[in-house]
Every structure is written in C-alpha cells, then in structure tokens.
C-alpha cells in the first residue's frame, strides 16, 4: 500500500479503535456526530492525502493539500471528523513518499513550508467549524476562525505554515507535533509496533498511553487546564486495561469529555505503524 | 464524491452497519476475521475500483479491475472480507461512471464483457480463499477453484464474463444480479432512500429484508438449502426490528451461520443509495 493508502485506513482504524474514552469509536456515537460520518470524512479527505502524497520537481503545496483534504472531509452532515488528524497526516504522508519519515525527516518537510502554505491552513477553517483557543492577546489578527481574512496579515507577516504552528504550540497538541519532528507520534508507533493483539486494541492502548503523559488541547480549550490534567489521571489509572477503561469511556460520553487532540496523534501514530509494517 | 469514493465508502458502511446477522459488524468479529480486516480490504481494493471507474475510448477492462481489486483487498491476514462486494461494485462503478446506473445500465454494462473479463475473475480466486459451491456436474473445467488454469477452458468455449455468471445465477446471489441487471440491489437502494435515520441502520434494515426475501447462497453452500431457507424466515420474523435482530445476530454467530451473500448485496445496495444522494 502507499503512503495515501495508509493515510486513509489509519483515519478508519483510530476511529474503529475502542474504547477511547471521549470519542466516537466503535461502540459509541456522540449525539450528531456518528461513526458513519468519519467514514465519510475519511473517503472525502482522499483527494486531498493524494496531493500531499505527489512528489516530484514541483509537487502541490501542503497546504492546498490540506485545504483540499479537509474540504472533502466535510463533505457529511457530522462537522468537523478528521480536521486535527489530516494536519498531522499531509505532513507525515509528504515525508513518506519523500522517504523521511522519521523525527528528523519531519523536521525538514515542515521547515519547507512557505507563506502559501499558512494560507491554506487558514482557508481550510472556512470548510467546517473547529473548536479552538482564543489567539494569542498581541496577535487577534491571526485568529484562525477569520479564515481567508487573515491571509493578508500572513503575507504581511511573512509567516509560513511552521511559523503558525511554533506560535500555538504550548496550546495545541497538533500544532506541538509540527514543532517537534513528531515526536510524540513516533514514540506511539513504536508503542504500538511493539505491542500485540488486534491493531485496533493496540490503538486503543496507544490512545490511553498518550493521555496519560500529557493533557489533551482540545479538553484544556473546551473545559479548562484543570480538567484537562485531570483527565488525564484518570487515564494514567486505565492505562494498558481497556476493560477497566470502558468506564471511563461511559463517563467521559456523558460529561462531554472529548479528548479528540489525542486522537488525532492516535491517527498518526496508526499511519507511522502502517509504514514500519505493523501487522494487520 | 465520485463513483470510485462512493464504491470505497459503501465497502465500510456495509461492515460498520449493526446488526447484520451472521456477518461481522460494528459490533461483531469473527474469530479470526475482524472488523479492522474489512477496512483495510476496502483500502487495498481502491486501485482496482478505480480502474472501473476509468472510462474513455480505450477503458481498462472489467475482469482487470474485478482482479487487481481483490489482490488489493487481500492485503491482510483475515483472508475474504470483500471478494462478493467487489463483484457487484465493480460493474456498478463502471455503469456510473457512464452514466448508465439503472437496470437497463448494468444490463448494458454486462452484456459487454468479454473473454478477457472471464479470464480476470478467475484469476482474482488465485489472490483468495473464496466459499463457493460445486461447478455444475458437465463444466468441471470451470470449477472458479482452478483460477487461471481454467482460462484456456474459457477461451476454448468463448465464455464471457456474464456468459460465466449465467452459468452460476441460479446457485450465487451474486451472480444472480448479473443476470437480471442488479434488480434486488436496486430495490435494496429504494428502500434504503425512503428510509430515515443513520444510514448505518438503514443498511442494516435493508439486509434484513434481503435476507429475508430470499435464502443467502453463501449459507446454502456452507450449510445446505434447507437451513438457508430457515435462516431467511428467522430474518423474516425480525424485520425492521433492530433490537430484535440482536439476538439473532449472536446466535447467528455461535453457529456460524454468515449469511455474506446478502451482505454484499447491502454494500452494492449502499453505493447505489450513495450515488443516489442520499443523506450523511
């Protein structure tokens, strides 16, 4: 399979991993946001994994990859399904066919972003609405619900793609992954290479993992840094037993508890896996 | 999204649609066949939908597609996910992709396979363990089993591809669409647009009624006519009825009875329902 092809069972495969407490998977809808719409999201997110996935002399930009691949994503009734998993997988999928997939190869794809490729990323926000912090206080110009709007001050700026993510990343998982090599996202897919059992249980255990060593954004955006850290304790308390963690998967549903920035690295992690030839 | 997404997305509705008595679903796997099977067979088979959604002066072939469709699905350790579902999609894809989708349409579309398509089926059993039934007593030479060893046989007899499915339509649902122009798929998809709720469990209400209306070939080969003729009265008894579809889907499970004929139908039923615009 290549790199598109792994890009997109990995977004049916975090879905289909259960129990991730929070989020739908396969034994749990939330009320207007079901299973059918991330298989949805996942098909109409191909076009757009495929222009990350072209090399050669002068390959699409990821950012119209992006933009592209989240365009079809919301081509359902669900809302936002994959919007964090696709930023993290046009960039691994690029590395991929580009034969850098490591923390370093990471580096170098992000590094290469341009102004253009901030567009994009912007202009993807006008598909479906994402939950977000508010920006920083010095910089409202650059509030990502603006949109196309805040093209402009990009240009003005001269901020690339990486450029963005550096100034969200103590506030957004994601956005940490970028400015990192991903490293978060490999040290899972080691995880899960190393474990076994069904893939979907090891993702669901990979899941847990990640939670446990660190607060979800979304959780901190939607609740508060408190319960955020919270959350995670009672993670750390399930860790490795996924029946002891269908519990938790019950409560979070009810409390509206969605540690969906946790699952967009679980996404990732299922990609990298697929890369080293996980067994499936 | 194009005929190739909607034949991609109806792969995994079908198997994430609960409960579908006998087949894994949502919430069921067989022992050594599991729902992360199916969505990496609905992956793998992508190229080879594509294929059959390339039309132009010179298309590539049916019985190509059908095969590099099934090698692809066969990407995984679980064995048959998808091997009936790609034999209904494929034509299904290709009448859609020349605006042909109806029953005149498929008609069309199968009345113009040739030799070379037959040849390409039965290469595709090379790729796959497949359940099927006894060739007729007078065609042991086209036994599917032998793969490409029969396509001598074929050429010798001048088979078509649907002149291959005529033989089997009275033993194989499958086949049985070939010949009559996909009427139950049709049907199925009516059913499935004037219905309301999830899709998911509309398909599920659909393969009820289609197994009801008629005794699954799959079960008739691995357990007889006799108990595929009960399994269809007990569907009968629960049509509609979801929740009371449970149990049967349980105990379906504990006797192995997998009623997979009726399950391909539903996916081919989902990609006309798709294509069709019906809501997600």
Redesign the interface.
């Known amino acids: 399979?290549s790199p598109v092809?792994h890009a997109?069972?990995a977004l049916?495969?975090e879905v289909?991993s259960t129990p991730k407490p929070g989020n739908v998977d396969?034994?749990r809808d939330h009320e207007d946001l079901?299973?059918?719409?991330f298989?949805?999201g996942?098909?109409?997110a191909?076009s757009g994994l495929e222009l990350a996935g072209t090399v050669g002399d002068d390959p699409p930009s990821l950012g119209d990859a992006f933009e592209r691949a989240v365009r079809g994503m919301s081509?359902?009734?669900g809302g936002n399904t994959q919007f964090g998993c696709l930023l993290l997988l046009v960039p691994l999928v690029r590395a991929a066919a580009t034969d850098r997939l490591s923390p370093d190869g990471l580096r170098g794809t992000t590094a290469a972003t341009t102004v253009d490729d901030a567009a994009g990323f912007y202009r993807a926000f006008e598909h479906v609405d994402v939950a977000v912090d508010d920006p920083p206080a010095d910089a409202p110009d650059l509030d990502v619900r603006r949109g196309a709007d805040a093209v402009p001050t990009l240009r003005d700026r001269g901020l690339t793609l990486a450029d963005v993510m550096d100034l969200s990343a103590d506030r957004d998982g994601n956005a940490a992954e970028w400015s990192s090599g991903f490293e978060r996202v490999f040290d899972a897919a080691e995880g899960v290479l190393d474990d076994d059992g069904?893939?979907?249980d090891r993702l669901a255990r990979a899941f847990l993992d990640l939670l446990a060593e660190r607060p979800d954004t979304l959780v901190a955006v939607e609740h508060g840094r408190e319960r955020a850290a919270a959350v995670s304790r009672e993670a750390a308390a399930v860790c490795g037993d996924l029946d002891a963690a269908e519990d938790l998967a019950d409560r979070f549903l009810d409390e509206g508890i969605n540690p969906g920035t946790t699952a967009d690295l679980t996404a990732a992690a299922a990609f990298v896996a697929l890369e080293r030839g996980v067994?499936?």
Chains 1, 2 share one sequence.
């Open positions: 399979m092809d997109a069972l049916t495969l289909a396969r034994h079901r299973f059918e719409h298989l949805a996942a098909v109409g191909r081509q359902q009734s069904p893939l979907t067994s499936l």
